[in-house]
């Protein structure tokens, strides 16, 4: 992946920068999950397989309050970030806890140079896709990582979603990934407008067929896909609460799909 150092460089610092702000915002609340709250959504509450018992690969963790719901209901977990402030805080907090959760700095993409055993399950959620330029190697990765039969939980935002300026409220970007870098200023992060960020970032675009198709071409088999019309995170401008953690961006009839929910076992 070296001809995408420079494009991880930018969005690891960007990523570092954010952790501080993250750690300290409402949106996350990380006092109270500390305390004991889940930080699992309510698809997960939906749609999550048991875990309790099994072994579990956070990809792309952030700074592990997810891995920490995940791991208080009986999941033996191990984390995995590029960010080194993410990773550190991830240590720091879980310190706090009576758990004992591994936390590994490492880019998607060099997680098999780790040497981690086989997993039960691998868990990716929300906004993890569109830091990763090639999702063939990214389906690879996530099957290396897994036991025969093990499975894959992925709950994204859309690909329609990010077709999107949200900003602008027009749709400004590819449904297909035609292999572009698309180059983004945040000037604040998704969490509240308090503290801001003034970095570049760089994203790609997948669409639906590619996501499912790479992990086919993996040997992973889809057991389940859902397309769900709101958003649990009030995450993008311009967004309208719908109900409790309910988000919708958009005009209502359309009702545009905001998450992707995909289950699938490794054959």
């Not at 309208?240 to 054959?267: C, M």
Request: hydrophobic share 40%; aromatic share 14%; proline share 4%.
């Amino acid at each position: 992946m070296n001809n995408f150092d420079h494009y991880f460089q930018v969005n690891k610092d960007l990523w570092d920068k954010r952790t501080g702000i993250h750690l300290k915002s409402e949106f996350y609340h990380t006092e109270r999950i500390l305390a004991g709250e889940s930080a699992l959504t309510e698809i997960e509450q939906q749609y999550l397989p048991e875990v309790k018992g099994k072994s579990l690969l956070h990809l792309q963790c952030h700074f592990g309050l997810d891995t920490i719901s995940l791991a208080r209901m009986g999941a033996q977990c191990t984390g995995i970030d590029f960010s080194t402030e993410a990773i550190r805080t991830a240590r720091e907090l879980t310190a706090r806890t009576s758990l004992h959760i591994p936390f590994y700095e490492s880019n998607v993409y060099d997680v098999p140079k780790l040497g981690l055993p086989d997993f039960d399950l691998v868990f990716a959620s929300y906004g993890v896709l569109c830091w990763l330029p090639d999702l063939n190697a990214w389906a690879r990765v996530v099957a290396g990582a897994l036991k025969q039969g093990g499975m894959l939980y992925l709950a994204e935002f859309h690909p329609v979603l990010y077709m999107f300026d949200f900003d602008k409220r027009t749709l400004s970007y590819p449904y297909q990934n035609t292999g572009q870098a698309f180059e983004e200023w945040c000037e604040f992060s998704y969490t509240e407008a308090t503290e801001k960020v003034g970095m570049n970032s760089w994203f790609w675009q997948h669409s639906l067929s590619e996501i499912i198709n790479a992990l086919i071409e993996a040997g992973m088999q889809i057991h389940i896909m859902h397309e769900i019309p709101w958003s649990p995170y009030h995450c993008f401008p311009g967004m309208e609460e719908l109900g409790t953690s309910r988000y919708y961006f958009g005009p209502k009839e359309a009702q545009i799909p905001h998450v992707l929910v995909v289950h699938a076992n490794k054959l």
